[in-house]
């Protein structure tokens, strides 16, 4: 499930990279790693110049980066250290793509687009990779966070939530609400399936201009589960109800895909299924969706909103659960039967053509027994398949004389020709045919 539904879900979102430096974090802990930084022939990334006979790696993220810290082992005086060893400390900056996550496994087991290793000093040596089935995730050697790509939502919620209320005069804010959350620079680690959940649960139209919606918001909330006092569809009512607020939810809604845990993120094992029962609008029976500015899907409820794209399409609902199991199978089944029934149809188009070529051969051999009788009377009984066979059997070289029988019985044969491509007509006629000679012979019999 995982290639089929990471490919086109989305490209890992804040709380993914998070949860795959946990994941680094854990099961490095306490290992030591050797050697150069090796990799792949086919990843047009840079290398990663370091090599060191021990060092540790420690994993953290920011948004939609995530860096991994090479500290080598401090030299105790009693091993060389080589002219190509690193002495300081590296960090490699990550950035995920659309299908990269990171990997630990046995040497022996590698996967096919590991495109950066980290080999272990232990033996048999294991290794920590960089796996990216698109090779669209790229990495950068001493690299630092990118500057254009603002606070982390989940980890620098007062600093974000600043950044965005102090800029809305950018002119970034002048597009639909929905294009703006995946501007990296105000709204860092919201992709598009989180952005889809946060507006649903607001019941925010996608194509509303984003200054619109974000002016309303109090600039100071210092405390990260405050909330502010509005009024909804109840305000009719004079019924006030206490709802979070767009900024508010940006920061709580990743961070209830980060509680799911391994549960939720499996990319190794394929595993997405508690991720994709928490989801209430992307991609969910019943939801709309359409293409935003930039050629993304929104998926949404109700009205789209008055900033909609010209000619912007729906898009179908790509993720389908599998409730029956056996439906590829039937399905397959079901296309051999129909082949089967095809390779059938030309076998019996050239059993019928068989069969009146056979009628005509065997009427001219009956015209030529009867030369000097006039057959007027047809038996109506049904004819006899054994003794059809036998007859069919029975061809004569001789060419029968023009006579009136003879002559009729051509006339039959022109129009068995005419209706070839009926064969409900060809099998019709052929059976008078067979008539006629039962009907011949039991003539000659009485007169002998």
């Known amino acids: 499930m995982f290639k089929g539904f990471l490919s086109w879900l989305r490209m890992p979102e804040g709380p993914e990279l998070h949860l795959a430096s946990l994941f680094v974090n854990r099961m490095c802990a306490g290992l030591v790693f050797t050697g150069a930084v090796e990799k792949s022939e086919v990843n047009k990334n840079p290398e990663v110049p370091f090599c060191c006979d021990a060092y540790t790696i420690r994993a953290q993220s920011r948004g939609k980066e995530v860096i991994l810290t090479l500290t080598p082992f401090k030299n105790d005086g009693k091993r060389k250290v080589g002219k190509h060893q690193s002495q300081q400390p590296m960090d490699v900056v990550f950035r995920f793509g659309m299908s990269g996550f990171f990997r630990f496994t046995t040497e022996a087991d590698l996967p096919k687009h590991a495109h950066l290793r980290f080999y272990t000093a232990e033996s048999p040596r294991r290794v920590l990779s960089f796996e990216d089935t698109r090779r669209f995730g790229s990495w950068q050697a001493n690299g630092t966070w990118q500057k254009d790509r603002g606070p982390c939502v989940m980890f620098e919620y007062e600093k974000f939530r600043e950044n965005v209320l102090s800029n809305l005069s950018d ?21 598009n399936y989180l952005r889809a959940e946060i507006l649903f649960r607001l019941q925010i139209p996608p194509f509303v201009k984003a200054r619109t919606v974000l002016e309303g918001i109090e600039p100071k909330n210092e405390d990260k ?13 004079g019924v006030k109800v206490e709802t979070p607020d767009l900024l508010s939810l940006c920061h709580t809604v990743p961070l209830e895909v980060v509680k799911l845990g391994e549960n939720g993120y499996k990319p190794a094992k394929a595993e997405y299924s508690v991720l994709q029962a928490w989801m209430q609008c992307y991609s969910v029976d019943g939801m709309k969706s359409l ?6 899907t929104i998926w949404f409820k109700g009205d789209p909103g ?23 199978d039937s399905k397959k089944a079901k296309k051999t039967y129909t082949e089967s029934i095809a390779l059938e149809k030309p076998a019996k188009k050239k ?17 030529s027994k009867r030369q000097k009788k ?15 066979t036998k007859k069919q059997g029975k061809r004569s070289s001789k060419v029968p004389p023009r006579t009136r029988a003879n002559k009729i019985k051509g006339q039959q044969v022109e129009e068995l020709i005419k209706t070839k491509r009926n064969p409900i007509t060809c099998r019709e006629s052929a059976t008078k045919a067979k008539l006629q000679r039962r009907s011949s012979g039991a003539r000659r019999g009485r007169s002998r």
């Open 306 to 328: 008055p900033m909609v794209p010209k000619g912007a399409k729906s898009r179908k609902n790509k993720w389908k659960v599998q409730k029956d199991h056996d439906y590829t």
């Open 225 to 237: 589960k405050e909330i502010k006092k509005t009024t909804d569809t109840a305000r009719k009512k």
């Open 351 to 367: 059993d019928n053509t068989k069969v009146k070529k056979e009628s005509a051969t065997s009427k001219a051999q009956s015209g």
């Open 291 to 296: 293409s935003d500015h930039n050629g993304r």
């Open 374 to 388: 006039d057959t007027k009377s047809v038996s109506t009984e049904p004819a006899d398949e054994n003794t059809k």
């Open 171 to 191: 002119k970034a804010f002048d597009k639909p609400i929905c294009e703006a959350l995946l501007n990296q620079k105000y709204f860092n680690g919201i992709g």
